[in-house]
């Protein structure tokens, strides 16, 4: 789960969220905008702010290791799953696991875009 996912469960600004971290709002405004990578934080600002949205480091850090294969194996994953599953099964699959809106904002747009092609 993002950053901007968790302050949107928890319905907190970024502003809230560099006040409860104890961290500049500048900060915590270029990590949530991708101005700044996560990843290539400081231990400290990872803590301060997975204490302020009370998760784990880890399962903060978990959306910046995420590996993307190659379009073509992600075409062909998802030609096998229709296959497996079925027409109407592979649509309703789909659906329900929210996996466009997930590619989507991660900015996969090719993910997504297929994924919502297969659905058309």
């Known amino acids: 789960m993002t950053i ?3 302050l949107k469960d928890k319905k907190m600004s970024i502003y809230r969220l560099a006040k409860a971290s104890e961290l500049p709002y500048a900060t915590v405004n270029d990590i949530c905008s991708g101005k700044a990578q996560l990843e290539k934080c400081s231990a ?5 702010i997975a204490r302020a949205l009370n998760v784990s480091m ?8 995420l ?3 190659s379009f073509e194996n992600f075409k062909s994953t998802v ?10 099964d592979f649509l309703i699959e789909t659906l329900e696991s929210h996996d466009i809106r997930t ?5 996969w747009y090719p993910e997504s875009l297929y994924l919502l092609a297969m659905l058309d």
């Open 103 to 107: 590619y989507y904002e991660r900015k």
């Open 44 to 48: 400290e600002t990872i803590y301060k």
């Open 4 to 6: 901007q996912e968790k």
């Open 67 to 69: 590996k993307r294969s």
């Open 58 to 65: 880890e399962e903060l850090l978990a959306p910046c290791f």
């Open 79 to 88: 030609c096998h799953r229709v296959k497996e599953l079925g027409d109407i």
